[in-house]
């Protein structure tokens, strides 16, 4: 089960592209719509032991390295499963040229196996491959219709990316050094008696995933990367693709090999409540809807770190909890977005107003998004929310709890600016003959809102998903 | 049957919501018959004691219920309430669009009501508490066109005060070290006051006390009427105060003389004052009912904060009454509505004649909410004014107050609605039974409840007290006859007052003019008039100053949701948006530093 | 070993160090999107030049190599979309220099 | 060591003639030395076949890479050139000088480190190492240069619309 993650994707990929032209746009996206509903049922189901992963162990000898499934890969894969289908699905709609849509679902495929082999690594430089893999196919997709700002967008990423690279490869040269290997049991393993240039070493390593997942100060480029790049783009961006490789590969790392000393939890703590505070206050001023959610994605991801933070077992479920419903209502709201900007050919928060009357659809599950980012309960952002502040005031950290429960007022705030701005309220002129989005932009949005709701509704069940 | 009281209206509920709107009748029989079950289960379940506990998440969250004659209680109240709503929206609601939305909303408002009263941890309580937040943005959402934002207004008032109440469980959790209500006794000091704050906030929003009001005047107008009978009146008020009451008595040890418990009381006695303020300047019947819910809700918070066993047997008592006569206030409104089409009191009169019954039941509703004896306001709101008296004389003196307002609102709304003309009044027909059948005998229940008060109060609520009633028995009559003369006497003047005010303005209620302006009685009483017009005069505005003051204060608590947090953090804001330069160099400066930080901060730790 | 090796290691990491000064200061001052592409390539030097250099010290270097090559591989693509894109822009802006890159702000 | 350290010196000199340096050209150049200096080290250091792999791709086709675009993008005027050249001495004078503060700065920091033997189950010989059991890289390394090929198919494509 493990391998074909990774290879059934890639084998797909390899054949859809052997196809005959016509062929190929539509049969890539039906694979990958099958493949991406496949990995969600898998992930969400294999944790209960409906499905067995079956044929894991002979396959080694074939392939020589190590794949591991354990229940944090599946969050990723349930992550990376939903937000993928709900991208393509928003790709088929707001993509109009066929070439551009046989791209797209191209480089999805790339990002899927990417994702999906992160979940499983279990070295420090195959992560690193692999991050690179999915940095190299975002710089390519923010560029997909080649618009003016995505030249902009994608240079500032691939600038910091480098940069973040330099750092993770120069850890990397000194785990070499100082552990005698990349592999993560050996780096676990000599960790111990190790001095003060390995902990240089996981401190740049951390750094350079705050880079990768955009936290402040790290996260210069975020913002007009996901404000460039195309809608469903960034969907699959802001939903998944940089929080598994900054985010996710941070809570690897943490749980498989560093663990957590007093010196990487006030890191944690110091960057996450950054984030959160900054990330927060950005986006209460700004006018694009896009970049306003930029902003507040680094706000959440900002409440993820502070979580890990606690280092304790609640802290790491409250941390998984949250990214998988980022994952869910972030990925939502880009999705609104772009059925707004569709309908509307505007992002402009002052040009738009009293949406939530034409566009009934998307005013609502809009709501309900943002209401569960802000941990309004008993939406599902609530639950997380609740167990990241429980966690923080458990363990002690109750500066930070508060700091925790007082951006969730400053998420609020720059939600109901977005709902005031764009949904409620006078039509505007601009918008007076606007309707509702196309079916298929709007399957994503009501499919992903009921699962806030229902995620929040049978919480207790979701938790024992995490607890185990 | 623990379990099953919970799962019923919840598979109900999820079934409804399946149920296509096409098939008329499916959604109601199974509404009817879940909840008339549900009732049943209520009724058996009564006086039996059940703990129920399974492990569960770990980390102290179990799955835990508590059945005990106080749960036992209000589990009987909400069933009895569910199925007598549910036989009224069964007409009330008939034809109506998203029914299936509705009846799913209603039965899970049951379910989650249900699973927070038995809930013996903190955290599933949470949990049930939180659902029916969700199913009150349904109902409202459901409503008018318009009713999106009041939803949200809804949605975030109550989400901010539950933040609260996720708050004080987190913090109460971490300062008893468990989440299991039963097992928890804090004192309020220190951290434990905090906790307290916290918790009551939840809860008093819930109740809908000030300054968490807000959205309940709103949605009266958007919502369906059957929501504001079983929600803002009944349910909501029950919990509410049902967890003010636990967190009080069970979970901290509060004593009379304490800070939090002098709170309490100035929090009732202000929500009781305000509110009833704000109720007599209303123009809408609808509108009108909704400030009274919150009025009334002070009067618990009051009783239960006084501390001393006559006020908490009072909130108590005053809490099923209030949920009786409010209910049957709200359903007879709807009556009004479905049979005029209107809720506007400047349109309506004169429907005393062709809606006797609905007439009827208003009356007795009325009067128990004015507090007129023989009825069961009465004899909740003499034990709230004993227990205030107990406490401090201006308690007692603002529970009057508010009583006299009350009754002045009453008569007002009676007169505008049921007295003289209008229009529509005599092509006006008496509403169907189903609609009528509820509310007369919630409205008998209030007789009952006044009649023969040892009913309630033995078998209901001082039980729940048990050892904090030092003995006292408050069945019966009221022993202190001097607060009975005082109630007499401001009831006397409440009547006066419409008199007077009816005789000066004669408007909004102009039907009835010519009564008291008959050339007889005007000069009769040409010289009280002359005596008691100046005080009158003064005190109508000043009590329409402070009507209009509350109503800037109600706009200020708005403007505080939502403008004051963005005017604070623009300074920040500018700011931070300042120095996204949009340069790359910045940036990458910005990382190097950041990195160099982390590694300064590995190295020295 | 001991000494000598620490000794070695300090003046590899100089190298290392000088290295990443200068490709920073590259990325930082210049105004030619060019020349920021120099200055991560230089960093890219370095980092490879640090791998090396890890494996050479502790006896490990078939895996430094191994690495190292991979990650030479990963750099040609990097440069080669990067240069892709520069090409974007130029076509776009008539320009390369950064300052027309800053559109986004806020 | 002495050749190393050598080698080391010119190196850093090269990248420091490629930033300083007022030509684009040229500056690809010294980019393209630096590359061969550090092929050279590689070859001191027993890596050949890294050695090898960074002559050719490093030095050889990304300098091809570099001039290409210059000769795509490159319009400036003379005159402008001459201009600029007098500014960027301002920008560039301190690179030296921090140069040198750090490198001295640095040389004084001789604490003694312990540096680890390879893991018992790693191998000496490349081939084996990179063909049997860094296999995933070289997966990865496959994705990567798919995500290359769209990056080209995407990036070098004409816009549609005729421009």
């Keep these: 089960m493990n391998y074909l993650l990774i290879f059934v994707p890639f084998i797909a990929l390899v054949l859809v592209n052997l196809l005959p032209k016509k062929l190929r746009p539509i049969s890539s996206f039906l694979v990958l719509l099958l493949i991406l509903a496949a990995q969600s049922i898998f992930a969400a189901l294999a944790p209960f032991g409906l499905i067995r992963a079956v044929g894991a162990v002979r396959m080694e000898h074939l392939f020589g390295f190590h794949l591991l499934i354990d229940n944090l890969s599946l969050l990723l894969l349930l992550s990376a499963g939903i937000v993928g289908f709900s991208a393509l699905m928003v790709a088929w709609h707001s993509i109009k040229d066929e070439d551009d849509r046989f791209n797209f679902t191209n480089l999805l495929f790339i990002l899927l196996i990417g994702m999906n082999g992160i979940s499983m690594l279990r070295d420090l430089f195959s992560l690193y491959v692999f991050i690179e893999a999915i940095a190299v196919s975002t710089f390519i997709m923010i560029l997909l219709y080649k618009a003016r700002e995505a030249y902009e967008g994608a240079l500032k990423y691939l600038i910091l990316s480098v940069v973040a690279s330099v750092m993770m490869l120069s850890s990397i040269a000194l785990f070499i050094m100082f552990c005698g290997g990349t592999s993560f049991e050996v780096i676990k393993l000599s960790l111990v008696s190790s001095g003060a240039l390995a902990r240089i070493a996981i401190a740049l390593f951390i750094c350079g995933l705050f880079i990768k997942g955009g936290l402040v100060p790290f996260h210069g480029w975020l913002a007009d990367a996901y404000t460039s790049a195309p809608a469903p783009v960034s969907v699959v961006l802001a939903g998944v693709v940089t929080k598994a490789s900054g985010i996710f590969t941070l809570i690897r790392l943490l749980t498989a090999v560093i663990g957590f000393s007093p010196a990487t939890k006030d890191l944690l703590l110091i960057i996450g409540a950054i984030s959160i505070v900054i990330g927060a206050l950005a986006a209460l001023g700004q006018k694009d809807i896009k970049r306003m959610l930029a902003y507040s994605s680094i706000s959440q991801m900002g409440y993820i770190l502070v979580a890990l933070g606690c280092g304790t077992r609640l802290g790491l479920i409250a941390a998984a909890f949250h990214f998988l419903n980022h994952a869910i209502f972030k990925s939502q709201l880009f999705a609104n977005a772009a059925a707004v900007e569709e309908q509307t050919g505007s992002r402009d928060l002052g040009s738009l107003g009293g949406l939530a009357q034409k566009m009934p659809v998307t005013g609502i599950t809009s709501a309900i998004a943002s209401l569960s980012t802000a941990g309004i309960p008993p939406l599902s952002g609530f639950w997380s929310k609740l167990l990241i502040i429980i966690a923080l005031w458990v363990s002690g950290n109750y500066f930070y709890a508060v700091i925790a429960v007082l951006a969730s007022l400053l998420t609020l705030a720059y939600f109901l600016t977005l709902q005031r701005e764009a949904f409620f309220g006078q039509v505007s002129v601009k918008v007076s003959s606007v309707t509702e989005a196309s079916a298929g932009m709007l399957i994503p949005a009501v499919l992903l809102s009921a699962m806030t709701v229902g995620l929040g509704l049978v919480f207790p069940f979701v938790i024992k998903y995490f607890v185990r | ?605 | 070993m001991g000494i000598e090796m620490s000794q070695m290691f300090w003046t590899f990491f100089i190298f290392f160090a000088l290295l990443l000064v200068e490709g920073f200061y590259c990325i930082i001052v210049t105004y030619n999107f060019l020349r920021v592409l120099i200055g991560l390539e230089l960093l890219m030097k370095a980092v490879t030049l640090f791998i090396i250099v890890a494996g050479y010290l502790s006896g490990n270097l078939a895996l430094a190599q191994s690495i190292a090559i991979t990650v030479i591989v990963i750099e040609v693509v990097v440069v080669v979309v990067a240069a892709g894109i520069i090409i974007g822009f130029f076509r776009e802006y008539d320009s390369l220099n950064i300052k027309n890159a800053r559109s986004m702000k806020g | 060591m002495n050749v190393l350290l050598l080698l080391l010196i010119l190196m850093v000199l090269a990248g420091l003639w490629s930033i300083l340096t007022s030509l684009l050209l040229r500056a690809t150049i010294a980019l393209a030395l630096t590359s061969v200096l550090l092929t050279v080290v590689m070859f001191q250091m027993n890596a050949p076949l890294a050695a090898v792999f960074e002559l050719s791709v490093c030095a050889g086709l990304i300098s091809v890479v570099f001039i290409s675009v210059i000769s795509l993008t490159h319009r400036q005027p003379l005159k402008e050139y001459l201009a600029r050249r007098q500014k960027r001495i301002l920008r560039f004078w301190p690179l030296p000088v921090l140069l040198l503060v750090v490198g001295v700065g640095l040389s004084f920091v001789h604490r003694p480190v312990h540096i680890m033997l390879p893991h018992p189950t790693a191998f000496g010989d490349i081939r084996i190492m990179m063909w049997q059991l860094r296999r995933l890289d070289l997966f990865g390394q496959i994705l990567v240069l798919l995500a290359g090929v769209y990056g080209v198919l995407i990036l070098f494509r004409g816009n549609k619309n005729g421009n």
């Design chain 2, 1 to 605: 049957m623990i379990i099953a009281i919970i799962l019923l209206p919840l598979i109900a509920g999820l079934i409804s919501l399946m149920v296509p709107d096409r098939l008329k009748g499916v959604k109601e029989g199974i509404a009817l018959f879940s909840t008339i079950i549900g009732l049943i289960i209520a009724a058996l379940l009564f006086k039996q004691n059940i703990m129920f506990t399974i492990p569960w998440l770990g980390f102290g969250i179990d799955l835990s219920f508590r059945l005990y004659h106080f749960s036992a209680f209000i589990l009987l109240a909400i069933a009895g309430f569910g199925a007598a709503i549910s036989l009224y929206s069964v007409a009330f609601m008939w034809g109506k669009e998203k029914l299936n939305q509705f009846y799913a909303y209603f039965l899970l408002t049951v379910a989650f009501a249900n699973g927070a009263v038995l809930a013996n941890n903190l955290i599933l309580m949470l949990f049930f508490w939180e659902g029916l937040l969700l199913t009150l943005f349904g109902m409202i959402i459901i409503g008018k066109k318009e009713a999106f934002k009041t939803a949200i207004k809804a949605f975030v008032i109550v989400g901010i005060t539950d933040l609260c109440l996720m708050l004080g469980i987190a913090l109460t959790g971490s300062l008893a070290d468990t989440f299991t209500m039963s097992m928890i006794s804090l004192p309020t000091s220190g951290l434990g006051a905090l906790a307290f704050v916290l918790l009551m906030i939840g809860a008093i929003a819930k109740a809908g006390s000030m300054p968490f009001h807000s959205w309940i005047p709103d949605a009266a107008l958007d919502a369906p009427l059957p929501f504001m009978a079983i929600m803002p009146a009944a349910i909501e008020k029950l919990l509410g105060i049902y967890f003010l009451t636990r967190i009080s008595l069970d979970l901290f040890r509060l004593n009379p003389g304490s800070k939090i418990s002098l709170l309490l009381m100035t929090i009732g006695a202000l929500t009781i004052l305000l509110a009833v303020m704000m109720a007599l300047i209303q123009k809408d019947y609808k509108r009108l009912l909704s400030y009274h819910a919150i009025s009334q809700v002070g009067y618990m918070i009051l009783g239960i904060g006084t501390m001393v066993p006559a006020g908490i047997v009072g909130g108590l008592f005053h809490m099923i009454n209030n949920a009786l006569y409010k209910s049957c206030l709200f359903l007879s409104g709807g009556s009004v509505e479905k049979q005029t089409g209107t809720t506007d009191l400047s349109k309506l009169g004169g429907l005393g004649k062709q809606m006797p019954i609905t007439f009827i039941c208003f009356i007795v509703a009325a009067v128990s909410i004015s507090g007129v004896p023989p009825f069961n306001g009465f004899f909740s709101k003499e034990m709230i004014y004993d227990g205030a008296l107990e406490r401090g004389w201006i308690f007692y003196l603002a529970a009057v107050l508010g009583s006299f307002f009350t009754a002045a609102s009453f008569l007002k709304l009676g007169h505008a609605a049921y007295f003289g003309k209008s229009e529509t009044a005599n092509k006006t027909k008496e509403a169907s039974w189903a609609i009528l059948l509820p509310m007369i005998v919630i409205a008998g229940l209030c007789v009952l409840f006044g009649v023969y008060n040892p009913l309630p109060l033995h078998a209901l609520i001082q039980p729940v007290l048990g050892a904090k009633l030092e003995g006292r028995d408050f069945a019966g009559l009221p022993t202190n006859a001097i607060i009975v003369l005082i109630t007499l006497v401001v009831l006397a003047a409440a009547v006066l007052n419409h008199w007077f005010g009816v005789r000066r303005t004669g408007k909004g209620i102009g039907a009835a003019d010519h009564i008291h302006y008959a050339p007889g009685l005007s000069q009769t009483y040409d010289l009280a008039e002359k005596r008691y017009f100046d005080p009158y005069d003064i005190g109508m505005k000043i009590a329409n100053w402070l009507a209009k003051l509350l109503n800037a204060v109600d706009k200020a608590i708005d403007w505080i949701y939502e403008k004051l947090t963005v005017g604070v953090t623009f300074a920040f804001t500018s700011a931070i948006r300042w120095s996204h330069s949009g340069n790359v160099s910045t940036y990458v400066v910005w990382s190097l530093a950041g990195a160099a930080v982390a590694i300064i901060m590995v190295l020295i730790r």
